[in-house]
């Protein structure tokens, strides 16, 4: 009899793909803050409706639910970091790469996020396509949300269709 592994590959798969995304999220928003110097500059377009606009994010997610207090903000790290720790130990026992990638996207954005909340009291959002209809200023840990939640609802409606 075999023993299976701790954490399979597609467990690695997602915690490797999180891992990638808080590295790519807390560089872009480094580079924003700290080297292009957003925050002096507000809004800044960088290419036809592409646009750079220095936006810092009390709420949720896309600005809903503010949580300006200090109890607030250390909720929404907390809630964050278990919501990370919650997928990490779903996706270690993974058995689907769009599960993992899914995984790995979602945890991997609220990391970042979290990191900010607690670094700065607030998202650091920059991401600016309003001028698409699309009215809200996000993050690259954002997209890495949204784009990981669509993967997982595919997943789900995949793993429906062939039971």
């Known amino acids: 009899m075999t023993s ?16 990638a995304v808080v590295v790519l999220d807390q560089l872009s928003k480094h580079w924003i803050l700290f080297v292009y110097d957003l925050p002096s500059r507000i809004s800044e377009q ?18 809903l639910l503010r949580a300006d207090q200090d109890l607030g903000r250390w909720l929404l790290v907390a809630f964050s970091v278990l919501v990370a720790i919650a997928l990490a130990v ?14 790995g996207l979602v945890m991997g ?19 600016d396509v309003s ?6 200023v996000f993050n690259i840990a954002d997209a890495a949300i949204s784009v990981g939640v669509v993967l997982l609802l595919l997943d789900g409606l995949r793993r429906d269709s062939t039971t």
């Open 90 to 103: 779903w996706a270690r026992r993974g058995d689907r790469t769009l599960m993992a990638l899914a995984l």
């Open 46 to 63: 960088v290419a036809g409706p592409f646009f750079l606009t220095m936006v810092w994010n009390q709420g949720v997610s896309f600005g």
């Open 4 to 19: 299976s592994p701790l954490i399979n590959r597609h467990g690695w798969t997602a915690y490797g793909l999180a891992l």
């Open 131 to 136: 001028r698409l209809y699309f009215p809200w």
């Open 109 to 127: 954005g609220a990391i970042g996020n979290a990191i900010d909340r607690a670094r700065f009291g607030a998202v650091v959002d920059f991401i």
